[in-house]
């Protein structure tokens, strides 16, 4: 966002042996700390940190030992996130092509399970080594510790520590004798397969599907590109919000929504003489339904387009997508929070929902 103040202090470890033995100085001091790997997802107000700011930028990646047709990496927690998918691409394997394009660091992509065009990390990771603040012990976190769901898991929830590395798990599709492009995973989103001019569902070459996605991803802004203006934001800055399907029911018809949960199962009630009472209806097993509305659609419907700036304001709405916030040049920390605010307010007004931003906010609070 190109916003915020300096830290008090910084530090960069340029290996894991390092990185540990300053983390683990830092914690015991007992003064506040931050993590801070890309910086792309993160908002930090003008007043700056006080405290130490621990830079995550170990590099490395190294294949380990997988199943058949299988390939594990295990890449450090620095590694450039997109970098890691331009290797995967090039050397066939598939399972996070779709991800293509998004900034940052590998060891944040699991804090809040990064997806896009119908892929999540979550189908392709194995687990994190973990330094764990509560004990400052290194540890094992297997994907299903983690706890990984829609832009969360355990780490953004409140378990306390670092990323050391991250394991992948990936298809090798690559093709004896180059004879062939190898496939990427089914196309799993309408936006994406459209593009590519493919039903959902198909298997596309893997490198084909890369292109596409950065394409779709630099008609929004969201490639870092110093000839875009648009690009200077966090990405998203709202997750799209989920909401029980009888709440969705009073929105628009028109209102996007996809299903969270699976519905349940059609339940055959016989019909005694006298017919059935309302108290033999079985409940749901599974809860209440849930559906993942579009933030986007929200936002545009709340009367907010394209570009929308409040007056004097350095911050402003892209100009090409309407859930990002842009700095335009001179905005600060301030005049980004305020237009976040002004978004959640209105939506909340005109619909009842209640925008989360999707950046980690530091000093700042909407």
């Known amino acids: 966002m190109r916003v915020g103040g300096v830290p008090e202090t910084l530090i960069a470890p340029a290996d894991t042996d390092a990185l540990v033995e300053a983390a683990r100085e830092v914690w015991a001091s007992g003064e506040e700390w931050l993590l801070l790997g890309g910086g792309s997802n993160t908002v930090a107000s003008d007043d700056g940190f006080e405290g130490t700011v621990i830079h995550v930028v170990t590099r ?4 380990v030992g997988a199943p058949d047709g299988r390939v594990r990496l295990r890449v450090q927690a620095g590694e450039p996130w997109d970098e890691v998918v331009a290797l995967t691409v090039r050397n066939g394997w598939s399972g996070v092509e779709a991800l293509s394009g998004i900034p940052g660091s590998t060891g944040a992509a699991p804090v809040q399970n990064i997806g896009a065009y119908g892929q999540e990390l979550e189908s392709a990771l194995v687990g994190v080594d973990f330094l764990d603040a509560a004990t400052g012990e290194v540890v094992r976190l297997s994907r299903a510790e983690l706890e990984l769901g829609y832009r969360t898991s355990v780490l953004k929830r409140g378990r306390l520590g670092l990323v050391l590395a991250v394991e992948l798990e990936l298809s090798d599709n690559s093709v004896p004798g180059g004879v062939g492009a190898p496939l990427s995973a089914p196309v799993a989103y309408v936006q994406l397969a459209d593009s590519l001019g493919v039903p959902l569902g198909s298997r596309v070459p893997v490198a084909e599907l890369r292109r596409a996605v950065l394409a779709l991803r630099a008609s929004k802004g969201m490639v870092l590109d110093p000839d875009d203006p648009d690009s200077v934001s966090s990405g998203s800055f709202f997750t799209n919000p989920i909401v029980s399907e009888s709440f969705a029911r009073g929105l628009p018809a ?7 949960t699976p519905p349940e199962p059609d339940v055959v009630i016989g019909l005694p003489a006298g017919g059935v009472h309302p108290l033999d209806i079985p409940p749901l097993a599974g809860g209440p339904y849930e559906v993942k509305l579009s933030a986007a659609w929200l936002i545009e419907n709340a009367g907010i387009r394209r570009g929308f700036a409040l007056p004097g304001s350095g911050a402003a709405i892209s100009s090409k ?23 959640q307010a209105r939506v909340q007004a005109e619909f009842g929902v209640l925008l989360r931003p999707e950046p ?7």
């Not at 980690?360 to 909407?366: H, I, P």
């Open 60 to 63: 490395g990646i190294d294949r």
């Open 254 to 260: 028109d209102a996007p929504r996809w299903p969270v």
């Open 321 to 343: 997508h309407t859930l990002a916030i842009v700095n335009r040049g001179h905005a600060t920390a301030s005049d980004v929070a305020q237009l976040a605010s002004f978004i």
């Open 360 to 366: 980690v906010l530091v000093g700042l609070s909407l």
